[in-house]
Nanobody, 129 residues
């Protein structure tokens, strides 16, 4: 059974930091690029960051570049993906979702939501001004 479980969300003051985690299991996720998306109230879900399955390549949305860092740890049966978020702004308030590429052994310079086939349930991040 494929599972992606996020944690680490919460309420933080502007300028603060949070680290989100996502544990993925049920597939050989070590062979899949992983990503974070977010959805703010009344808005469409948007791409935040992605991490390649090998080689350590990363890609960020312009709005978070320099403030957020995506990383991953590949274990035998699970993959844990992190999103370190620094210098948080009220506009970062959203539900954050972890996602896995629908195709193994692939890395793209740009990703769209349709490229991802497995999703977590989301974790709420609220940044107070």
């Amino acid at each position: 059974q494929v599972q992606l479980v996020e944690s680490g969300g919460g309420l933080v003051q502007a300028g603060g930091s949070l680290r989100l985690s996502c544990v993925a299991s049920g597939l050989t996720f070590s062979s899949y690029a992983m990503a974070w998306f977010r959805q703010a109230p009344g808005k469409e879900r948007e791409f935040v960051a992605a991490h390649s399955w090998t080689g350590g390549y990363t890609y960020y949305a312009e709005s978070v570049k320099g403030r957020f860092t995506i990383s991953r740890e590949n274990a035998r049966n699970t993959v844990t993906v992190y999103l370190q978020m620094n210098s948080l702004k009220p506009e970062d308030t959203a539900v954050y979702y972890c996602a896995a590429d629908s195709t193994p052994n692939r890395w793209r310079r740009t990703y769209a939501e349709a490229d991802f086939g497995s999703w977590g349930q989301g974790t709420q991040v609220t940044v107070a001004s």
